[in-house]
């Protein structure tokens, strides 16, 4: 199982920029697809965006697209999320995720496909 640490959270304005990590450890990343999700209080956990074991594929929520982007550093354990042009409705927990996947170019965008779970987060977007 890996285990996964997120970082890069933080408190901006309306319009600033975020980048988010997520630290893999104990098996091997390459083999995992990956996603990010967020959560508010009293919300169900919503999918961000998710990327395939060899990056080739991606999937955004459209509140999202063309705002944020997801990449990995399989050489580094490493999934992103850049998130740019902030705004107030972004401020939620964030939390990556990990799954094992057969296909390199798999990805899940519901939170019951995935096994793995980070400590999450906080993104906070002040207008």
């Known amino acids: 199982q890996v285990q996964l640490v997120e970082s890069g959270g933080g408190l901006v304005q309306a319009g600033d920029s975020l980048r988010l990590s997520c630290a893999a450890s104990g098996r091997t990343f390459s083999n995992y697809a990956m996603g990010w999700f967020r959560q508010t209080p009293g919300k169900e956990r919503e999918f961000v965006a998710t990327i395939s074991r060899n990056s080739i594929v991606t999937d955004y929520a459209d509140s999202v697209k063309g705002r944020f982007t997801i990449s990995r550093d399989n050489a580094k354990n490493t999934a992103y999320l850049q998130m740019n042009s902030l705004k107030p409705d972004d401020t939620a927990v964030y939390y990556c995720?990990?799954?094992?996947?057969?296909?390199?170019?798999?990805?899940?965008?519901?939170?019951?496909?995935?096994?793995?779970w980070g400590q999450g987060t906080q993104v906070t977007v002040s207008s």
């Open positions: 995720a990990a799954t094992p996947a057969d296909s390199l170019s798999r990805v899940y965008v519901v939170p019951i496909s995935y096994r793995t």
